[in-house]
């Protein structure tokens, strides 16, 4: 049986966007919100027959928020709406994304604050089950009035209009909508503000970004772990009673996982033996990994609060009949956590890269060969790969800059403060992406220590990664194209197969 998430506007989770957008989930409007969206359409309809002057409803958007708007011109005012606010540039969001768009634009309006009629909402859900994937450009959003441009992307199809991804052909979105046995709709009074003034673009991003995230953190504690042995490290730093004492639970985490992994380990050392201290880059590996899961734990609440939060303006209160205009669009909260996501994701690729540093060069790894090969100067083995670690961390740095702190006034300086909050979810999945690489670089090159330094009984965790690893990747004995065994490596990274695998063997959460 297909599996189906039931969406009402109060319950959608991290987990549920992901299992819709990459999994394929049914999604289905739970009952009880088909009232709650009938009687905020009621509300609306109301106002119409009245011909009562309500911002978005009877009057036009923005700096022209003063124009009011007849009865028989509001079909024309929304179509001209999603028509002109389709001001996407360059290229377009990955699949997984676009259905993340959708599923929490038809959330947000499963609230039953929007005033959107039920049909409108139905051709959204069944869009996405039916697999109709609007193409949605990257680039145009000021992050308030929310995600205006990639969301008028998205219902552009909804009209017939646009372009649509549908069983892997680009099609007309008219074409696309007939294909898949569905009909466009034709927008009624307040429908085209609706759905598109809301935060679902940053947030569809920001859902995807978090969720990989939240596995690169557990994977960076175990490649951490797999480098301390190959750099021979002392285990006495990452003691519970170290960490226990400062109270931080991101860092008490993180240094359990790596005890964890490297159980049974003859390769790590106790203080005094070999050395009385290893370099920030070891001993410190807690305290970094632990404040980045810290951080990241804030930015899923923040999240998950935002794709369950009605975003839109005005807002319909069908129990009192009230239409109140206020700025739920702006995507401030979401602009900061992202932000701060960004920043706790590049400390996690930066330190990775120093502890690959520590690997390859000869001053610094314990009496590992230089660059990990057996024969140097013939063979340059993983000298390269640092520089294309090191070349990513210092691109994180640039794109770790806050968009937050940015602002550009537009609609005629109506709307004079915006967030950039599409900017900072879409650079914080950037930085992602290249701290995956960095950590399977980090990977392939603890894996090569282990190799040179000689037979030894491995972690009960780092075996398993070690033989992941050694599954897809060989020991590099001569030199060969690197490239290849880093997209194996980050393939695997990215797979999650690493973190179920250990949690499994570890019995534990990591």
Not at 90 to 119: H, P, Q, T, W
Not at 238 to 249: A, P
Not at 410 to 415: G, L, V
């Amino acid at each position: 049986m297909m599996k189906e998430i039931l969406i009402d506007g109060q319950h959608l989770t991290i987990d549920d966007v992901v299992n819709v957008s990459r999994k394929g989930y049914f999604v289905a409007i739970h009952p009880e919100a088909v009232s709650g969206i009938r009687n905020s359409r009621d509300t609306v309809d109301r106002y119409v027959s009245r011909e009562e002057v309500v911002y978005g409803i009877t009057t036009g958007f923005g700096r022209f928020s003063d124009i009011v708007i007849s009865s028989d011109e509001t079909e024309m005012l929304q179509k001209n709406l999603i028509m002109s606010h389709s001001c996407g540039i360059g290229s377009c969001f990955d699949r997984d994304v676009v259905r993340a768009i959708m599923l929490l634009r038809a959330n947000a309006l499963c609230k039953g604050y929007s005033g959107v009629r039920l049909e409108t909402v139905e051709l959204l859900v069944d869009m996405l089950n039916r697999g109709v994937h609007p193409l949605i450009p990257q680039k145009g959003s000021l992050g308030a009035s929310g995600d205006l441009a990639p969301l008028a992307h998205m219902v552009l199809v909804m009209l017939g209009e646009g372009l649509a991804e549908y069983e892997n052909e680009v099609l007309d979105g008219n074409e696309a909508l007939r294909r898949a046995g569905l009909k466009p709709v034709t927008l009624s009074s307040k429908e085209g503000l609706a759905l598109i003034n809301g935060t679902q673009a940053m947030t569809g991003v920001g859902s995807i970004t978090l969720h990989d995230a939240r596995c690169l953190v557990k994977t960076a504690d175990m490649i951490a772990a797999m480098s301390l042995e190959a750099l021979t490290g002392i285990i006495d730093a990452f003691d519970s009673r170290i960490h226990e004492v400062r109270g931080h639970m991101g860092q008490i985490k993180s240094a359990s996982n790596i005890v964890r992994m490297v159980r049974g380990s003859e390769y790590v050392t106790r203080q005094g033996e070999l050395r009385v201290q290893d370099a920030y880059a070891l001993r410190c590996t807690p305290q970094v990994h632990g404040a980045c899961r810290d951080a990241l734990g804030y930015v899923w609440d923040v999240v998950e609060k935002e794709i369950n939060a009605a975003t839109d303006n005005p807002l319909i209160f069908p129990d009192s009949g009230d239409v109140l205009s206020g700025g739920n669009f702006h995507g401030e909260p979401v602009a900061l956590a992202m932000d701060f996501l960004g920043i706790a994701l590049s400390e996690l690729g930066n330190i990775s890269e120093r502890r690959l540093e520590r690997l390859v060069n000869p001053q610094l790894s314990n009496g590992l060969p230089a660059f990990l090969t057996k024969h140097g100067g013939l063979n340059s083995g993983f000298m390269i790969t640092q520089y294309s670690a090191a070349s990513l961390v210092s691109e994180n740095k640039v794109l770790a800059h806050p968009a937050s702190v940015d602002s550009i006034p537009s609609s005629a300086n109506q709307e004079d403060h915006v967030s950039m909050g599409t900017i900072a979810s879409r650079k914080a999945m950037e930085i992602k992406d290249n701290v995956a690489a960095i950590l399977a670089i980090e990977l392939l090159a603890a894996a090569q220590a282990i190799d040179l330094r000689g037979n030894r009984k491995l972690g009960e965790g780092t075996q398993a990664l070690y033989d992941m690893i050694r599954e897809v990747v060989p020991p590099l004995e001569n030199d060969r194209i690197m490239h290849r065994d880093m997209e194996k490596a980050v393939g695997l990274v990215n797979s999650g197969r690493l973190v179920e695998t250990a949690e499994k063997i570890l019995e534990i959460i990591l």
